[in-house]
């Protein structure tokens, strides 16, 4: 379905929205990746067929599960190994997993499985073909783990305080895909029902992932898992600097996520609210408390945050009714006290709001994609570009580069493993290298070198060539007023947690659990659908803000 | 090998910025040559990223001098565009890198008696993204070109990386 509905209202400012103070409080919504990979799981009601399962009693070996969406069968090859303490580490930098995984495009073969089975395990060492889609690692977690298979074994109760804390028995680490390895280009499979909205090769792997780590404890413990319990343990993801450039070296795509949740809550603002939305709004407020009270970390700074937005949601939502939010204009007013609050709470209020409007929201699923790239329009009259500059990015025209603290880290790639990295420029070797995120930087040399001149673009690009970067990407914010993130990422105070934060949310995670301000580990699909439920028609989707 | 046009492109981008050649035209090389495999193309490529960077261009009369082709081109192209040319570049043996780069561009480029001529399409040539069969030496060379943005590690920068420190395994 293509989405054909009026935006009825101007969308929030970019300025202040693409702020990283503002995107590293995002909250997943209906429009998350893996929220729309469960809507076609729910709608298509595929059967999940365990192919092979060629596992010892210790749970090392292969197993092979097929699924047909959209009309074409994909893969999940799970292969598992024994992995030492001293080798179970969630860095990039790590050599060996308790388990690797590709999914495939299509059945594969023997030769299939006996390849994946060789390059699985040696991850960026291996070689991957163009029927493989994603490739992706995980270890266990440990406690987690054989606290279960224990309390499976000697009938004793399941550690439910720690299941809550965790909340997954294995976590990625790495979900590959669009090429990386000799992996099938995205282009290949993009055009597919299935594969349209971004990142649902990577939530179809890590769904049968989820699967898969359910199937493997079941076998080790010799018994079923209570359904339930199931439900409750999806996968985790430890997420550091490596999916930050994905956002500026993707600014076009950047653009349509934003856009589409921007619009999506524009339609919700002014919508007539029934009593059947009205009694769901009331519920889902509910529901994001006691999510709220549930969401704890050990970062003193992140606990503090989520404390503060628990009272600020109270603060919001305490007192109203169901039938107060039929009250035209009230989720404007809600929306405006939450915006005056914190970033958090606003974005809460966003997610929270969007939810109960399915009709208005679900449609612009097929609007999130963009295939295209910035591309230059060398007749532009130079002045144009400079007062776009101002029009749009107003802040680079106070930003001093010459100030130490302005551009006091630099982003660069580490020789090991390719691992991104951010340096302090001061201290840190390498900054002569540094790798290109350094956006502002390019704006405001832009701008500076633009002064005065009367020439077309192409002109003044002849001259400065080393400006071409940064006049396309502004002719593209022109155009795409969410394409650019306003902030300078060489400041002192970036954090990159914010960008990780944004990403993730984008992809449906839940329980953000900041380790520091360069990592972080997320849970995805905890509280979503299993397959026999996906089969059968009775699932339902309790992914989003999930209480248990 | 067969490689996906993402690792193509991504290991071209990596090779031209290691080079030093400005990000928007090691994006430009990268994509062009990522969409149109035109043959002897990373041969060429490597050739010119292995050699020294010539002086700033000049321009005369249409006449192209010191133009480097993954430097210049692109604001060439731009120039052809903009109705500006035709223009004639005196550079030879990067044929098959300059058709890549003007295609991609949307100009067209082919040899003459003095060099390469860049002017207007006719006709639009299509390019489309796909597997590329590239040698192991040419790919190996590429990689060692890519290697010159990559930051040597040390003991502190390893222990400052995302994830260091970590000893808890939930």
Redesign the interface.
Known sequence: MKDLTQTPAPLRDPNRIMRLSQMGAAFPTRLSFLRILLRRLMDEKPQLRETIWDMDDAGFGYGVFTIALGGQDYSLVAITQPLAPEDRTDRVIAEKWDAAFVLFDGIPGPEDIARIRKNAPLQEAGRFGPKDLCLSRANKSVRLFDAIINAQQTGTAFPEDEIRKVGYLMRTTAVYGNGKFGLADRDDYAGRPAMMAPFQAEMLTVWLIRHFTHRLIEHLAGAALPVQLRRTLGIGNSTGLGMAPFLVSHPLLLHSWVACRETAFARVLDADVTPEVAVDLHANASQIATHLEEWNVPDPKAQTSIESTRQHWHDVVAGLSPRDFQQPGTLRRIWETARDLSPEVEELALAWMTESFPELVDGLTDCLANPFRPQLDVTMPSAELRAGIDAHWPAIQDLDFDCKDTCAQFWYVSEAKQEPRLGQRATDPGAELESPLDVARRMSRLRADLAGCEDALWQFLLRHPEHRDAARRMQALMANVFSEIRDNLLDVETAPIDMLRFKLAMFGATKFDPKSSLWTRITLFSGGPLADEIADGTAQDHTWMPVF | ???????VEMITLKAC?GFGL????A?DVA?AVSCQSVPGVFGELIEILNAPVCKPMTVSDGLVFDAHIL??L???A??V??G?GPFVLQATGSVAVATSIAHWAGISCTECELGLRLEPQVAPVEMT?C?VAICDAHWRDLEQLA????????D???L?????G?ND??
């Not at chain 2, 090998?1 to 690792?7: F, L, T, V």
């Not at chain 2, 400052?160 to 260091?164: D, L």
Request: net charge positive.
């Open positions: 090998m067969s490689r996906s046009a993402n690792e910025r400005p990000l928007a035209q994006q994509q430097r210049d692109p604001g060439l731009d120039a565009l903009a500006a993204r597997r290697a010159k943005i990559l930051v040597p590690e040390t502190e920068t390893r400052s990386g995302a994830g260091a970590l395994n939930d």
